[in-house]
């Protein structure tokens, strides 16, 4: 009996440690799951870590470089308008020499004649005969004495203007540069003028075959860029026109011109033309009734 009882009691004491240990190792189980569980999140949460980290860097890296590029931007902005200033400081203090040149020259001509109302007056008198006869060297415009100003290439280059760009824009070439205002304004600033005759001529001097041979569209271009030298040219040969029409050896042989009448027209908005009615001296009276005055009409 008393074995028995030991036998149970044992079985039981066995069993009991077995649950124990069972459930230990339950336990042991469970807590090795909630572990790798929490592994695993931890390597999920560190690797999102990493690619935060990434994408971070990433981030910096971007707003890095757009804030070099807006530096750079920022210090070419910069140098942009300080050149723009400087280029206006430049025409400012251009202007305001004019001014003080113009203002020194009615000074200069008030005390010249200040006593001397006969001196002012012939003065007044042979300068409003003056004409625009000074060629600018650059544009070929007629100006009148005031409005131009003369230079030698070496002065030009004193005031650190390129060879070349000196050697575009004097474009006439005399012994003496002569410059309009409105050509120097821009020369000084190293711009080669709008009306400049290399611009216009494409910094070529053509012969007088190849003017001949231009193409008709090229002559109206030309025309179209320059048409104060077209009408300057215009009223050139009408000048030379009348100068035969009055030669005694002209035309009309003596009869020269005593009066005319001259309209300008512009055909199209375009080239100009004249049309003219002129009145010959000896010219006989034409009667329809008088025979003898027919006939004088037609010998002359
Ligand atoms: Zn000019």
């Known amino acids: 009996m008393k074995e028995k009882r030991n036998d149970d009691g044992f ?11 069972l459930q230990i190792a339950r336990q042991n189980d469970e807590f090795k799951n909630e572990e790798n569980k929490r592994r695993a999140e931890a390597h999920k949460i560190e690797r999102r870590n990493d690619e935060f980290k990434k994408e971070e860097n990433k981030r910096r890296a971007e707003a890095h ?63 409003i005969k003056e004409g625009p006869t000074h060629i600018c060297s650059c544009c070929g415009g007629l100006w009148f004495e005031y409005s131009i100003e003369e230079f030698t ?12 760009f000196i050697d575009k824009v004097y474009y006439l070439k ?5 410059l309009c205002v409105t050509c120097r304004k821009d ?40 048409p104060v030298t077209c009408v300057r040219y215009f009223e ?21 011109l005593e009066d ?10 375009g080239s100009p033309h004249i049309h003219v009615c002129i009145r010959l001296k000896n010219a006989p009276k034409y009667d329809k009734n ?6 004088q009409c037609t010998v002359y």
């Open 187 to 226: 020369i000084m600033l190293n711009k080669v003028p709008n009306l400049c005759l290399s611009n216009v001529l494409e910094n070529k001097v053509i012969t007088l075959e190849e003017a001949e041979n231009l193409s008709y569209e090229k002559k109206c271009d030309l025309i179209r860029k320059d």
């Open 153 to 164: 290439v070496e002065m030009l280059r004193n005031k650190g203007l390129p060879k070349e």
């Open 11 to 21: 079985r039981l004491s066995d069993n009991r440690r077995r649950a124990e240990s």
């Open 236 to 256: 050139h040969r009408l000048k030379c026109l009348w100068e035969i029409l009055l030669a005694p050896c002209g035309p009309f042989e003596g009869n020269g």
């Open 65 to 127: 470089k757009i804030e070099r590029q807006n530096i750079e931007f920022r210090t070419q902005e910069n140098d942009r308008r300080l050149n723009l200033l400087k280029i206006k400081r430049e025409e400012e203090e251009y202007k305001e020499e004019e001014r003080r040149r113009n203002a020194s020259r009615m000074r200069l001509s008030r005390d010249k004649y200040e006593n001397n109302f006969h001196l002012l007056k012939l003065n007044y008198e042979s300068k």
């Open 290 to 295: 008088n025979p003898k005055s027919i006939e």
């Open 174 to 178: 005399n012994t003496i540069i002569k």
């Open 260 to 269: 005319k009448y001259i309209r300008v027209e512009f055909q199209f908005r």
